[in-house]
């Protein structure tokens, strides 16, 4: 089967498995909003929100769990077409470009890359850690998730993390949004407030 096709079939797939779209999700779910996406709270999930320095502007969710890391980025995207072939090169040159090794593989959310990236020690001494990199392609979005942690090489910490990956909504929105632009991020209200 083609990439081009395994894309298709993934992205028929998604509707029901995940991530999913706002028009999709259960209304009465407990989400925690963030804007671009909504998460489910679950036991053990610690989310840290990265903000970008100068502009202060929340860049990307971070979702700790399963001795696992979960970085994720809701992005606009074509409505005829995914990004996630396209993002993945760029991914894959980045690494390489680094001094890192990259393999993509077939992973439970389709294409998938696996990574060794190279890391400056707390001592200064260069290591490398593991990553993978996950994407699914919706309606009009595109979401990136980059593993780390036990879901690298542990089977029981990656599904878990993959069932994370696949609970979430994105909130595209209706107003027009170039390609590869990130769909706005909020700090989520308190909790009692609305």
Known sequence: ????????AAREDRATTGPFDESEANPVRPYIDLGGIKVLPREGLNLRLEVEEQTKRIVAVGLDFADSTLQVQPFAAPRTT?????????????IRQQG???????????PELLAEVPVAGVDGAAGKRLARFIGVDGPRWFLRGVVGGAATSDVD???????????????RG?????????????????????
């Open 174 to 194: 209706g107003s027009p949004m170039p390609p590869r632009d990130l769909i706005p991020l909020k700090m989520p209200a308190a909790p009692g407030t609305a």
């Open 100 to 110: 890192g090794r990259v393999e993509e593989r077939e992973g439970p959310l389709g």
């Open 1 to 8: 089967m083609s990439d081009e096709l395994q894309n298709i």
């Open 157 to 171: 910490a990656a599904a878990a993390v993959e069932d994370l990956f696949r609970s979430i909504v994105v909130v």
């Open 82 to 94: 995914g990004l996630w072939q396209e993002t993945r090169q760029q991914i894959r040159e980045q």
